[in-house]
């Protein structure tokens, strides 16, 4: 029993002066503002730090890759988290690979490990 109930705080974590429970996949503009992020790479750095980091090994001529999508459109690779601008976001999602295989364009042939995804307002 004891440790189902270590798993299941592993899994969670509270929510920044609420006590309730967040999702680990999203961030929200809330989460983002308490952390005093300057930009989207350093709230993701600091809130969420394994969504920049791949999952799988990657092969000389295919390297995994987390892609960064403003909506639907693609902005590039994780550096494109530097410097973007926290006002105007609503949220930031992290999708598996099958999960960005699925619902986003342009990942091509591309080895992809993952997406992390911001949504404006």
């Known amino acids: ?8 705080t592993a899994c969670s974590s509270k929510t920044p002066g609420t006590g309730t429970v967040s999702n ?3 961030l929200t503009i ?3 503002r ?15 730090p394994l969504w920049l980091r791949t999952r ?18 693609r902005l590039g690779g994780i550096e ?17 690979a099958s999960e960005a295989a699925n619902k986003l364009l342009g990942t091509g042939t591309m080895v992809v490990d993952g997406a992390i995804v911001i949504s404006t307002r």
Request: glycine share 4%; hydrophobic share 40%; aromatic share 6%.
């Open 30 to 32: 809330e989460h983002i």
């Open 80 to 96: 494109a988290l530097r410097g973007y601008p926290i006002e105007g976001i609503a949220k930031i999602t992290y999708l598996t």
């Open 1 to 8: 029993m004891a440790s189902l109930a270590l798993l299941s």
């Open 56 to 73: 799988s090994p990657s092969s000389i001529n295919a390297p995994n890759t987390i892609l960064v999508y403003q909506n639907e459109t």
């Open 34 to 48: 308490e952390s005093g992020a300057r930009d989207a790479f350093d709230a993701v750095q600091r809130l969420r």
């Open 24 to 26: 680990q996949n999203e």
